[in-house]
């Protein structure tokens, strides 16, 4: 297992959700946040220097929103992967209805308490 995947199960990802997932303009980097164990706090992986952002949602389930116009539902991180080759580091994650991989160069985990 790698170490980056053994913090995020240590900050508490199984089970959390995603509270906020963002690509800037080029692709280049992207980040995502959760809510962690209490102790972690809000946790956001960083990822820079992006080579390929492939996420999908399962086109069965609706993407319904409410009356604020926020998400009618929440994606449960079920399982996260990380593995590297060469010089880059290749991120998967498993949220159903979201499936995604980023491979990029480098991840960083920040903690906001």
Avoid at 14 to 39: P, R, S
Avoid at 54 to 77: A, M, P, R, V, W
Avoid at 80 to 107: M, Y
């Amino acid at each position: 297992m790698h170490e980056i995947e053994k913090k995020l199960i240590e900050l508490g990802v199984i089970d959390a959700t995603i509270e906020k997932l963002d690509i800037d303009e080029w692709f280049e980097n992207a980040k995502i946040q959760f809510f962690g164990k209490k102790e972690s706090g809000l946790v956001t992986c960083h990822f820079l220097n992006c080579f390929s952002l492939n996420l999908s949602h399962d086109k069965s389930y609706s993407k319904g929103k409410n009356q604020e116009g926020k998400l009618d539902y929440k994606y449960f991180i079920q399982d996260v992967g990380v593995s590297e080759e060469d010089e880059f580091v290749t991120f998967s994650i498993s949220a159903w209805p979201l499936d995604g991989r980023i491979t990029c160069k480098k991840i960083e985990i920040k903690q906001k308490n």
